[in-house]
Structures are given as structure tokens and as C-alpha cells.
């Protein structure tokens, strides 16, 4: 087993990296846990809810099982409000545990509820997507949607512990290993280009989830979201580079409707969008652009863009959390394996949108 260690001032707690971790899952449930709410969805719950029922039961605490809706459109006030129901009726006090047994909706949902219910109770991020286990379940961000924008309701709030057994990515359809591949190589795109290069070598390895690479890869992609978490857990500075590819991978989510394409497809094909702003505005190498383009294509995200209006670029990147006072900003490259948080320069950016414009016609 690996185990990754993240330091937060929010709280500190380990990363376990294993397969057969899901039948250990006792092993991260505080002692004096009064109960615990085990919090899924029929998808999840259908491959491995009994396992992590007979897991957590092993404890001899009180199990709670609560089922929400799957999928992204469940992501909202309704199904969250649902857990509380569950947790008020089953009478769980300030002591109980929740656990999260799900892709990044249900990590996002469990984790938010965590944080409100009785004013914050202690909960354990279970991943079950690449996604969730490169990505949504470490650093504490926990949320819902809102109509008018993706993510903007939620908490910063850390579990005790995540929980990671690499067994479950079997069950995963290809196109969302695919999706989770490409929040892998943004690592390291921002932060590690021994790391990219690595991806280029491995990508086929990676697709058909060979044990020992996609192990490594998860491992190296916690460590490298720990360190930039424990430097910056409120995303003052340092951490906004997780968002490289997110603004347009977000228009993109939102212009399509929310599903069209995975959150993972997205950021994909955003990242050679940003690689292409980062050649106009600081320089990334023709050639580098060109790397980035080849490994999205080669995890299997699209590479082009949906053909949308520049306008429409514009209108949908507006509501991006890290627009301030207006004005649009994103994580570019210099080189690969190194980021920088910007304004965007209009010009290159309308140059880059208007590829996609074109492509429309
Ligand atoms: P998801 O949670 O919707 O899961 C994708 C699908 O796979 C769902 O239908 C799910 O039920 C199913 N599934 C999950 N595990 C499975 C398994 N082992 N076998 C078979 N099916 C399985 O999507 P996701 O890509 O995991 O997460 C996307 C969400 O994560 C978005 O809401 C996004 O905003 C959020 N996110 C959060 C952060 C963060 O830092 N908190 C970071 C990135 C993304
Ligand atoms: N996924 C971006 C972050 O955790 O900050």
C-alpha cells in the first residue's frame, strides 16, 4: 500500500493507495465514531455498496445507507438536502461519520454535507472514478451547482481520511478513464515535466489500466495535488494552477449542457486550448503545444472544440470563480512543467477562441 500524507491548516490526513482497500475501510473510521452514514448512488452502490456495508458494519457501529440520485444534474440543493433528511430521521449526532462512496458528484455532495450537517461532522472520501481519486477527493473542495453556475455553492473542508482501491477503476466505462487521464497529465503539465513525459510513455499502459502504472499514476498525482494543497488550501495563490484547462473546459461544460461531454473531456480538450493561448502569450513552444495536443488525444478526450461564437466563449467564461473584477484569468504555460496565473491578453485569446468559431461553419 502507498500511503500519501496532506498537511492543510484545514486538517491533516492519509491518502491510501491499494487494491482490495474498499474491504479495509474500518481501518480509517475514527474510534469514537458514533455512527456512520455511508453516502452512494444505485451505480456505485450496485458493484460495491455491499462491500463497504460489510466493511463498515465490521466496526459494530450503526450503518446508514443513503442512495442519491446519479449524476451531475443531482448535483444541486434538492439531493443535498436529501442526506439530511436521511441523517435528521436516523437521529446521527455531532460524533457520526459520513462516508462517500462515489465519482466527484458524490464526494462533492457527501463532503459539503459533512460540512453543514450539525455544523461540520468528520467524513472519509472513498473515490471510485479515476477522477475523483487523481483529483475531487483530496484538497477539500466540496460543493453543489448552482443554475447560474457550476461549483458555486460550498465549503473548503478536509476528510480524516480518502481511501483509494484502484480494484474499482474495472468497472469504469472507458470513456471516463479517459477523462480522469486527463486531470493525471495536468499535473504534469503544470507542475512535473519528468512526470508528462512519463504519461507520453505509458498512455497505453495507462488506457488499459495496467495495475502497476495506473497505481503509480494515481500516487503521483496525490502527491503532487498534496503539495500544492498544503501550500495553498484556500486557493490564495499557488493553487489556482489546478484550474490549467478549466475555463474553457467549464465553457465548454456549460455551453454544451452539463453532460454532453465528462468534466474530464473538457478540461482534455481545455488544456490544448490554453496550451494554444499560452504559445501567444508567453511563448510555449510550437512543439510543446503540439506534445500537449498528442497525449489529450492519445488518453481519448476530443481535441477540438465545440464550434461555439466568440461571444458566446466570452459570455460562458464570465462566470468563471476566478474572473476578478471582470477580467478573465488563466493558468498558461511558459514551458511543460511550469505554470503561471495571468490576465488573459484579449487579443490572443480571441485568436484562440476563433478556431472554434470556425469551426462551427
Ligand atoms: P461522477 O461522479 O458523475 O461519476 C461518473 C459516473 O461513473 C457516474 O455515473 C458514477 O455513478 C459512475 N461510477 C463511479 N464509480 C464507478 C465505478 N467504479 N464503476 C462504474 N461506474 C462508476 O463523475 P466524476 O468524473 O467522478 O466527477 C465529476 C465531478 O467532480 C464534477 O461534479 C466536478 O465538478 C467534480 N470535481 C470536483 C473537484 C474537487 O476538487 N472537489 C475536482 C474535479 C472535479
Ligand atoms: N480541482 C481543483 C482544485 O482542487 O483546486
Not at 500519501?4 to 481501518?27: C, E, F, K, M
Not at 462517500?100 to 457527501?110: C, E, K, R, T, Y
Not at 494554444?276 to 492519445?298: K, Y
Request: glycine content about 10%.
Amino acid at each position: 500500500m502507498s500511503t500519501v500524507q496532506v498537511d492543510t491548516p484545514g486538517g491533516s490526513y492519509p491518502i491510501h493507495i491499494a487494491a482490495g482497500r474498499l474491504d479495509l475501510l474500518a481501518q480509517s473510521l475514527p474510534a469514537d465514531a458514533t455512527a456512520i452514514a455511508l453516502v452512494s448512488n444505485p451505480t456505485v452502490a450496485a458493484h460495491y455498496g455491499q462491500r463497504a456495508l460489510a466493511a463498515l458494519k465490521s466496526t459494530g457501529k450503526r450503518v446508514v445507507h443513503i442512495e442519491l440520485p446519479d449524476g451531475e444534474a443531482h448535483k444541486n440543493w434538492q439531493t443535498l438536502n436529501l442526506i439530511f433528511d436521511d441523517l435528521l430521521q436516523n437521529r446521527l449526532d455531532r460524533k457520526a461519520v459520513l462516508v462517500a462512496l462515489g465519482g466527484g458528484v458524490i464526494g462533492d455532495m457527501g463532503g459539503f454535507a459533512a460540512s453543514c450537517y450539525m455544523r461540520g461532522i468528520r467524513f472519509v472520501q472513498v473515490p471510485t472514478t479515476l477522477l475523483a481519486q487523481v483529483d475531487s477527493s483530496v484538497g477539500g473542495k466540496t460543493g453543489i451547482n448552482h443554475p447560474l453556475g457550476k461549483n458555486m455553492v460550498g465549503a473548503f473542508y478536509q476528510p480524516v481520511a480518502v481511501e483509494i482501491d484502484t480494484d474499482v477503476l474495472a468497472t469504469l466505462p472507458a470513456r471516463e478513464i479517459s477523462a480522469g487521464l486527463a486531470e493525471v497529465i495536468k499535473y504534469g503539465l503544470i507542475i512535473d515535466a519528468d512526470f508528462f513525459v512519463w504519461c507520453e510513455q505509458n498512455v497505453a499502459a495507462l488506457r488499459a489500466l495496467d495495475p502497476q502504472a495506473i497505481t503509480y499514476a494515481i500516487q503521483r498525482s496525490c502527491e503532487l495535488k498534496a503539495y500544492v494543497v498544503s501550500q495553498d488550501e484556500r486557493e490564495s495563490g499557488l493553487r489556482a494552477i489546478l484550474n490549467f484547462g478549466h475555463t474553457f473546459g467549464h465553457a465548454i461544460e456549460a455551453g454544451l449542457g452539463y453532460g454532453e461531454w465528462l468534466h474530464g473531456e473538457a478540461v482534455g480538450c481545455g488544456m490544448v486550448q490554453a496550451a494554444e493561448l499560452s504559445a501567444l502569450a508567453l511563448g510555449l513552444s510550437p512543439a510543446s503545444v503540439e506534445r500537449v495536443r498528442a497525449l489529450v488525444q492519445a488518453i481519448g478526450c476530443p481535441i477540438q472544440p465545440p464550434g461555439m461564437a466568440v461571444e458566446r466563449w466570452l459570455e460562458l467564461m464570465q462566470v468563471d470563480k476566478k474572473t476578478e473584477g471582470g477580467q478573465l484569468r488563466f493558468v498558461l504555460l511558459p514551458e511543460i512543467g511550469q505554470a503561471r496565473f495571468v490576465a488573459a491578453d484579449p487579443e490572443a485569446l480571441r485568436s484562440v477562441l476563433e478556431k472554434s468559431a470556425v469551426a462551427r461553419v
